[in-house]
């Protein structure tokens, strides 16, 4: 072997930040430690194809709590660290995780792993879209897992996921944003929201910043500088960013983003619009840019 290419499970499993490129994750595939996750969700969860040895994070089953009224919503430390230990994550594990749509659902589970005390994870730029257009490998079947239940320890941290008082209380602050993720056009009300039941809209105060407009037109997340200039256009000076989206998975690609781009005091609003777009008198909605 060449000695300018060591074997890939000699390669270092810290990730240089909470993006990882297909490069990167395609040097350490198979390395002793690394847990490939596909936390794919909707028409692309549990597809026949799948990055080697990835292993489902499924925000669709049982990494959500289906006791809660809004989707997608976090589950108790118990059960997230009983999810994990089944999955065979320790410790000590390397974390990746991509989906099916790009990025979309996989900087949510990057954040429910930093939300429970877990740092050594990191979204694949680009996700399986990225991953086939450049060649690399897929192999046939679903995600899935048999090998020995993991060690995971779960130690929760405040404040990365909020809840509707918090966010309310954030709307009034005046060195905070609340920036939606959903897209423009359901912000403004101009189109109709997926979910049955819930009004169209914004919450008082808010901004909009889909998505989307944090990646290239292939995919790739935006380089450092023009994400600092989007938050930057949509915060002002505001450092302080909280991110709601339909049901809390999107609005983590804003907190990814906003990671990228040098922010460091961020929350994502667990229940968003699948909870605050509910009537009630007490979560105001307004309509319009």
Same mark, same amino acid.
């Given at each position: 072997?060449?000695?300018?290419?060591? !074997?890939? !499970?000699?390669?270092? =499993?810290?990730?240089?930040?909470?993006?990882?490129?297909?490069?990167? =994750?395609?040097?350490?595939?198979?390395?002793?430690?690394?847990?490939?996750?596909?936390? /794919?969700?909707?028409?692309? %969860?549990?597809?026949?194809?799948?990055?080697? &040895?990835?292993?489902?994070?499924?925000?669709?089953?049982?990494?959500?709590?289906?006791?809660?009224?809004?989707? !997608?919503?976090?589950?108790?430390?118990?059960?997230?660290?009983?999810?994990?230990?089944?999955?065979?994550?320790?410790?000590? /594990?390397?974390?990746?995780?991509?989906?099916?749509?790009?990025?979309?659902?996989?900087? %949510?589970? *990057? *954040?429910?792993?930093?939300?429970?005390?877990?740092?050594?994870? #990191?979204?694949?730029?680009?996700?399986?879209?990225?991953?086939?257009?450049?060649? %690399?490998?897929?192999?046939?079947?679903?995600?899935?897992?048999?090998?020995?239940?993991?060690?995971?320890?779960?130690?929760?941290?405040?404040?990365?996921?909020?809840?509707?008082?918090?966010?309310?209380?954030?709307?009034?602050?005046? #060195?905070?944003?609340?920036?939606?993720?959903?897209?423009?056009?359901?912000?403004?009300?101009?189109?109709?929201?997926?979910?049955?039941?819930?009004?169209?809209? !914004?919450?008082?105060?808010?901004?909009?910043?889909?998505?989307?407009?944090?990646?290239?037109?292939?995919?790739?997340?935006?380089?450092?500088?023009?994400?600092?200039? #989007?938050?930057?256009?949509?915060?002002?000076?505001?450092? %302080?960013?909280?991110?709601?989206?339909?049901? &809390?998975?999107?609005?983590?690609?804003?907190?990814?983003?906003?990671?990228?781009?040098?922010?460091?005091?961020? #929350?994502?609003?667990?229940?968003?619009? /699948?909870?605050?777009?509910?009537?009630?008198?007490?979560?105001?909605?307004?309509?319009? /840019?």
């Amino acid at each position: 072997m060449d000695a300018a290419q060591p !074997h890939a !499970h000699s390669r270092s =499993l810290v990730p240089p930040g909470p993006l990882v490129g297909g490069d990167w =994750l395609a040097e350490r595939l198979g390395a002793a430690g690394l847990v490939v996750f596909d936390a /794919s969700v909707g028409a692309h %969860r549990g597809a026949d194809r799948r990055i080697p &040895g990835a292993r489902p994070f499924d925000l669709d089953g049982a990494l959500s709590d289906h006791t809660a009224a809004a989707p !997608h919503t976090m589950p108790g430390p118990a059960a997230f660290a009983e999810a994990m230990r089944a999955l065979g994550v320790d410790d000590g /594990s390397t974390v990746v995780a991509y989906d099916g749509a790009g990025i979309y659902s996989s900087a %949510r589970a *990057w *954040w429910m792993l930093r939300g429970m005390g877990f740092d050594r994870v #990191a979204v694949l730029d680009g996700g399986l879209p990225a991953w086939v257009a450049a060649g %690399r490998p897929v192999e046939e079947g679903r995600p899935g897992y048999e090998g020995p239940r993991g060690s995971f320890t779960a130690r929760p941290r405040a404040g990365l996921l909020v809840d509707a008082a918090t966010v309310s209380a954030a709307l009034a602050d005046p #060195a905070a944003a609340v920036l939606d993720a959903r897209t423009r056009e359901r912000f403004a009300a101009t189109a109709p929201e997926p979910r049955p039941g819930l009004r169209g809209g !914004h919450m008082p105060g808010a901004v909009s910043l889909p998505f989307g407009e944090l990646q290239r037109p292939d995919g790739l997340m935006r380089p450092a500088a023009e994400l600092r200039t #989007a938050f930057a256009a949509a915060a002002g000076e505001r450092e %302080r960013l909280y991110f709601s989206c339909g049901s &809390g998975v999107t609005a983590c690609v804003l907190a990814l983003g906003a990671e990228l781009a040098g922010y460091e005091d961020l #929350a994502v609003y667990d229940g968003s619009w /699948s909870e605050w777009g509910v009537p009630s008198p007490d979560r105001p909605v307004v309509e319009g /840019s």
